[in-house]
């Protein structure tokens, strides 16, 4: 694919547009930590195939039947992003949230949000379902809205509560395994500094393997979109499902593919990167990714150890983190880069 095509930035014949930087972090995760040995009371597992096989160690998930959804983790974490960038809620103008695991089918959850959160009636909300790409598409967008003046304060949120949604049967193991809850958010305005911003964005999709990581129902191609005997009669339709090799193969291409994308649309090179913080969507991806990039571990942020796979919102939570434990700060390169269902990847470079 052309390096150009997918692409966001500056180009040569735009006039100068403004930049936008990430003003603000933050992210939250519920208190349930569920341990690999703790699902062997749904499902036949053990921590030793989860370890081997995905890095995961403890995920955090939502009490049961609490009520708890999506939007209520990137609540707390929307309330923190906005603490650190030293504003309120009714100073946004625009929210972006990425999530594949809706509080309702519909509306999406960003009017549940901004009702919780207190941003001001009249606000844009925009509901994206990029899967664990969402955040990358969210920032671009978000990007976009400054660089051409329309907004100065734009939240970008990604959130998901997985577990209540999950086949903890055996059969649904290789996938259930892997799923954490939690919310991750970022505020952006415009960059005072051309030199710390946000570089470039890069978006990617493929449907042609739609089908390999995808849960079927609700569905409006089915009449009714959820059919009454949820269980038994949909064979576990309405759980996710994935063909998990292909989409390691695919993974391993599409990662490195978007990290040099956004290396050399801005003439960097690894060795100029502070910090590569990829989707955790598999510890022995990024690990693979890594190695075959010459990228050293030390280089590269994976805390998928204690939250498995929070879809959407693993990247601002492992941002948030890397920032919050000094590893990143004022001036550093930092890429970003996401793989998932759709298939859907891309990757974001920014200057801290
Ligand atoms: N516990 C114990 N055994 C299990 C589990 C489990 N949780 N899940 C599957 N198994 C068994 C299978 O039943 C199978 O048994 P069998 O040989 O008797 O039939 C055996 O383990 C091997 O199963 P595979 O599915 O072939 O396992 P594989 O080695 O491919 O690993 C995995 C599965 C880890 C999901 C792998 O395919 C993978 O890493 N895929 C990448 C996809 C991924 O990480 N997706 C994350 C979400 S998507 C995203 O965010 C992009």
Redesign the pocket.
């Known amino acids: 694919m052309g390096s150009d095509q997918g692409a966001s930035d500056m180009t040569d014949h735009a006039p100068a547009l403004r930049r936008s930087r990430i003003a603000g972090l933050g992210s939250h995760v519920p208190p349930w930590v569920v341990k690999n040995d703790d699902?062997k009371q749904w499902?036949?597992?053990?921590d030793e195939?989860?370890r081997e096989?995905?890095g995961i160690v403890e995920r955090r998930w939502v009490e049961r039947d609490a009520g708890v959804g999506g939007s209520d983790l990137a609540l707390s974490a929307s309330k923190k992003a906005l603490a650190d960038a030293g504003l309120e809620a009714k100073d946004i103008q625009m929210v972006v949230y990425a999530t594949l695991s809706p509080d309702v089918h519909f509306p999406g959850s960003g009017v549940f949000l901004q009702r919780k959160l207190g941003v001001p009636v009249g606000a844009a909300i925009l509901d994206i379902r990029q899967?664990?790409t969402g955040f990358i598409y969210g920032l671009s967008i978000a990007d976009q809205f400054i660089k051409t003046g329309m907004y100065d304060r734009v939240l970008v949120v990604g959130a998901e509560v997985h577990s209540t949604g999950l086949d903890l049967s055996t059969t649904g193991?290789?996938?259930?395994?892997?799923?954490g809850d939690g919310a991750g958010a970022a505020v952006l305005v415009p960059a005072e500094d051309e030199r710390r911003c946000l570089l470039s964005t890069h978006l990617h999709a493929d449907g042609a393997n739609a089908e390999d990581?995808w849960a079927e129902f609700p569905a409006s191609r089915h009449h009714p979109h959820v059919p009454v005997a949820m269980t038994g009669a949909l064979e576990g339709r309405q759980f996710p499902r994935?063909k998990?090799?292909q989409?390691?193969k695919h993974?391993v291409t599409r990662l490195p593919e978007a990290i040099f994308e956004a290396m050399a649309r801005n003439g960097a090179t690894l060795a100029d990167l502070k910090m590569l913080i990829p989707?955790q969507?598999?510890l022995?991806?990024n690990e693979f990714v890594a190695k075959m990039m010459g990228i050293p571990e030390d280089k590269v942020w994976n805390n998928i150890q204690r939250f498995g796979?929070t879809?959407a919102a693993s990247i601002p939570i492992a941002l948030d983190e890397c920032r919050s434990a000094g590893h990143i700060g004022p001036g550093d390169l930092v890429c970003l880069a996401a793989?998932?269902?759709g298939f859907t990847w891309g990757s974001a470079l920014l200057r801290l």
Request: aromatic share 12%.
């Open positions: 699902l499902m036949d597992t053990s195939w989860i096989r995905t899967q664990c193991r290789d996938v259930s395994v892997l799923f990581l994935m998990g090799k989409v390691f993974a989707h969507a598999n022995r991806i796979n879809t793989f998932g269902a």
